[in-house]
């Protein structure tokens, strides 16, 4: 008889815990690296932190969605028995199928002609745009040419205020000096 308070490793393949005789079997119980079988019964065994993906994405006895759910068919069916499930409802697919082409070609007719409607409209607004920039164009043109005879009248203005001011300053320098010379004849 060996004491229950013994250390002793696990025996499973992978594991590194060391626990007390009397736990061991609560602990090999949960351990991740035991070997099971699949709880579905497929035959296949792997350690316990592979039951998981196992079930999931590999098991043969797992259930799986029809690869033609995508368009209708709404068996559930177990993952080895897809090629006889669509071998055997092979007229239903096809039936199937052909709905969701007629529903594809349903709405690429109406796709296209959404698309006519706005090239047409895209048409429109490029005559719109080109009329448009042709007005303004003009309209600058205009504008441009109305500065243009602005900056000249500015121009000659100045040159015209120049040349009064500069009689004007003259005309107040004359002034100055007749009105000192009226001074000094008056003394």
């Given at each position: 008889?060996?004491?229950?308070?013994?250390?002793?490793?696990?025996?499973?393949?992978?594991?590194a815990?060391?626990?007390?005789?009397?736990?061991?079997?609560?602990?090999?119980?949960?351990?991740?690296f035991?070997?099971?079988?699949?709880?579905?019964g497929?035959?296949d065994?792997?350690?316990?932190?592979?039951?998981?993906?196992?079930?999931a994405?590999?098991?043969?006895?797992?259930?799986?969605?029809?690869?033609?759910?995508?368009?209708?068919?709404?068996?559930?069916?177990?993952?080895?028995?897809?090629?006889e499930?669509?071998?055997?409802?092979?007229?239903?697919?096809?039936?199937l199928?052909?709905?969701?082409?007629?529903?594809y070609?349903?709405?690429?007719?109406?796709?296209?002609?959404?698309v006519?409607?706005l090239?047409?409209?895209?048409?429109?607004?490029?005559?719109s745009?080109?009329?448009?920039?042709?007005?303004?164009?003009?309209?600058?043109?205009?504008?441009?040419?109305?500065?243009?005879?602005?900056s000249?009248?500015?121009?000659?203005?100045?040159?015209?205020n120049?040349?009064?001011?500069?009689?004007?300053?003259?005309?107040?320098?004359?002034?100055?000096?007749?009105?000192l010379?009226?001074?000094?004849?008056?003394r």
């Amino acid at each position: 008889p060996s004491c229950q308070f013994a250390p002793v490793a696990c025996p499973n393949d992978g594991c590194a815990v060391t626990i007390s005789r009397q736990h061991l079997a609560s602990h090999d119980a949960h351990c991740q690296f035991k070997i099971i079988p699949c709880r579905l019964g497929c035959g296949d065994t792997f350690p316990r932190s592979r039951e998981e993906t196992h079930l999931a994405d590999v098991c043969a006895l797992r259930e799986v969605p029809c690869p033609f759910s995508g368009i209708g068919c709404t068996a559930v069916i177990v993952a080895r028995d897809v090629a006889e499930h669509i071998s055997s409802n092979m007229e239903s697919h096809l039936l199937l199928s052909l709905n969701r082409i007629n529903d594809y070609e349903r709405v690429i007719k109406d796709l296209n002609g959404r698309v006519k409607v706005l090239e047409e409209e895209n048409h429109q607004f490029k005559l719109s745009f080109a009329e448009n920039k042709t007005s303004v164009a003009k309209q600058l043109t205009d504008v441009q040419s109305g500065l243009t005879k602005l900056s000249k009248r500015v121009d000659g203005l100045d040159n015209t205020n120049q040349k009064e001011f500069k009689k004007v300053w003259q005309l107040a320098k004359d002034v100055q000096k007749a009105h000192l010379q009226l001074k000094k004849e008056l003394r």
